[in-house]
């Protein structure tokens, strides 16, 4: 980092997406805790745009890990972010930052006026390029931060059952087990579900903005929320009340439609609740029929892999 960085600012939060999820949350912890010992300083500091989600205060209870400062606002501050590049999804204030790298494993919507290290790969979390990362600079990692990263490619990658995770993620699953001492990485997988989906003390609303992203296309916004379960009979009955303050949600901040994504990670498919100006065309970009708003998908896991981009060439055009 060079010399007027320094004295232009302090500090660098590192800092995920809005609505933050577990892979946000650790790649933030983890990629400032490399870059700190990369080079030999504290001027690195984790972030996150909102309060955590359930499975991200199991993981940082469980191993014992700082949840890091909420940031209202990056205005005027240097930032890193991780695990997201769209302004969309990105901090408030976000437009009167500098931006000094980004590090992610989504598909690029991204320009800046100044040249800046950008590093993407499509693998699947973000922590699974930061592992890479302190690998190829031989840097230490403690036992709690591989545990961190650990539990935040088993979230992203569905216990490794997502179609989005590869065989880097797998053979860097194992490898970060190891390191973690966690002998059996999916006992840990389903554990962060259950913590995930012990939703009975969650309202609606907190359900949909549990993991829930902006795409800001051109018949109009769209908000999808995912929620990941091992038991779907959490769910069972609350369709209704999700519905609902889906319509609320869609009113009170002009979106053109809502869709919350639960996926049963066990049957390995996702119910799809929607709300939209044209249902039609959600049902024909995804292949499904909805009844009541709602329909089941076999084999539908992953909204960046398997929604996002068929919503896309639908609504996009
Ligand atoms: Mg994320
Ligand atoms: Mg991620
Ligand atoms: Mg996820």
């Known amino acids: ?4 960085l320094r004295v232009m600012s302090n500090k660098i939060y590192v800092i995920g997406h809005k609505t933050p999820d577990l892979d946000s949350v650790a790649a933030a912890i983890s990629y400032a805790n490399y870059k700190n010992k990369l080079e030999n300083t504290d ?43 769209e302004f969309s999804q990105a901090v408030n204030g976000i437009e009167k930052a500098k931006i000094i790298e980004v590090l992610d494993h989504h ?3 991204f320009s800046y006026a100044d040249p800046i290290d950008i590093l993407v790969r499509a693998w699947g ?3 699974t390029i930061i592992y890479h990362l302190y690998k190829a600079h031989n840097i230490k990692i403690e036992k709690d931060m591989a545990a961190l990263m650990l539990s935040a490619v088993l979230d992203d990658t569905i216990i490794a059952k997502s ?13 970060l087990a190891r390191l973690a001492g966690v002998e059996d990485w ?46 779907m009979g959490d769910f069972k009955g609350r369709e209704a009340e999700l519905l609902e303050e889906m319509k609320k949600l869609k ?11 639960i996926t049963d990670i066990l ?11 044209e249902p039609e065309r959600v049902e024909k970009a995804l292949e499904i029929k909805f009844d009541n708003n709602q329909a089941y998908k076999e084999g539908l896991m992953s909204r960046k892999k398997q929604v996002a981009p068929v919503i896309t060439e639908e609504f996009d055009k």
């Open 1 to 4: 980092m060079s010399y007027e």
């Open 43 to 85: 001027v690195y500091m984790p972030a996150v745009t909102g309060e955590i989600n359930l499975a991200t205060k199991f993981v940082l209870d469980k191993f014992n890990i700082d949840k890091p400062k909420i940031l209202e606002s990056v205005s005027g501050q240097s930032v890193i972010l991780v695990d997201h590049n």
């Open 107 to 109: 598909k690029m919507d």
């Open 125 to 127: 979390s973000s922590n």
């Open 163 to 175: 179609p989005t995770c590869t065989p880097i993620d797998k053979e860097y699953i194992a490898e």
């Open 186 to 231: 999916q006992a840990l997988g389903i554990e962060i579900f259950k913590a995930k989906s012990n939703i009975k003390d969650s309202s609606a609303l907190e359900i949909i903005k549990s993991d829930y992203k902006d795409y800001d296309l051109r018949a109009g916004k769209f908000g999808i929320g995912q929620v990941e379960t091992v038991d």
């Open 251 to 261: 009113e009170s901040d002009s979106y053109y439609a809502v869709i919350l994504l």
């Open 267 to 277: 049957k390995q498919g996702s119910t799809v609740l929607t709300v939209s100006d």
